[in-house]
């Protein structure tokens, strides 16, 4: 992605920028975790990502082709193997039909398999770890986490290379958060697929994810690999928000000491976008967009980060 910039148009208001103008690269085989506050547009990058949001600028390119917004024109096959999975298994699954035919509709759609339909079912199902006879069920007769396994069945159906799946485990029981957060991943590795992982939990996040992006109002605030990310961050909204966990609370809710609210999308403040609640803004932050400051493999957009004493902190791997 880059500089993609998402308004909402709301009548008679300004419209939302809820995404401000992000970089992001998500390299082949990688999971990729995206954090943030509710309301940072973690989701609208998700969709801008797979085509599902016009873009009021920018560009989002997928193995060197462009997304275009799903509806101007039909998907490339080249696009269909960038695939969403969503929070809710039950909004995206049609409750009439039976798990087999809704797979088998998705193997149609994407063109992949033409040998055996009834196979590549059964395939799908196995892949996500339930039994061939889930293919005669419909969707309400199984579990929250089950369902969730058969968006993923159909996801997989067009053999993607990069799934973008949003809040996958927000609304699944705490044991089959963890089942559905390791299937995800086990399958990046077993078929060498791409993963955006997005999710509150940062303690997840911090489990699955080779690289985090930190959101903050419309932005990619910070991104490098996750464990440096977590013993060194170098932006104080990061510090924050990994400092805030483990915690009590609803997921999502503010960091406890950050004060103030997440200001209005539509009147973001001036400067850098987190300065009134930063605990050390000088007088630059409020008037300049800070730059990107990097470190290999990392980057960070504030104006204090300094890699040198930073990374001072991670300690040395010990064989
Ligand atoms: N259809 C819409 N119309 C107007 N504003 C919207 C719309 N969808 C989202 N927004 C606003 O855009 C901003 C980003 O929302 P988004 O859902 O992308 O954030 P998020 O980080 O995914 O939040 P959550 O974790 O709560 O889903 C928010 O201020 C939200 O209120």
Redesign the pocket.
Known sequence: MRDVVVD?K?AGQPP?R??AGVDLDVPEGTVVGLV????????????AMVGLVPLASGTVTFDGAEVAPIGRRSRSPELRRLQMVFQDPASSLNPRRKVGVQLQTAVDLSGSDRGDRGARVRELLDLVGLPAAAAERFPHEFSGGQRQRISIARALAARPRLIVA??PIAALDASAQAQIANLLVELSRELSLSLVF?S?DLSIVRQVADVTAV?YL?KVVESAPTRPLWEAPGHPYTRALTGAVPRVGRP?DLPAELPGDVP??AQPPSGCRFHPRCPVAVERCRTEDPVAVTAPGRVSYCWLTDWSTTTERIPVERP
Do not use: F, N, Q, W
Not at 36 to 47: D, P
């Open positions: 909402y709301r939302v809820a995404v943030g506050e509710t309301g940072c547009g973690k989701s609208t990058l998700a969709r949003d809040e997005i509150h959101m419309g999502g209005d999308p």
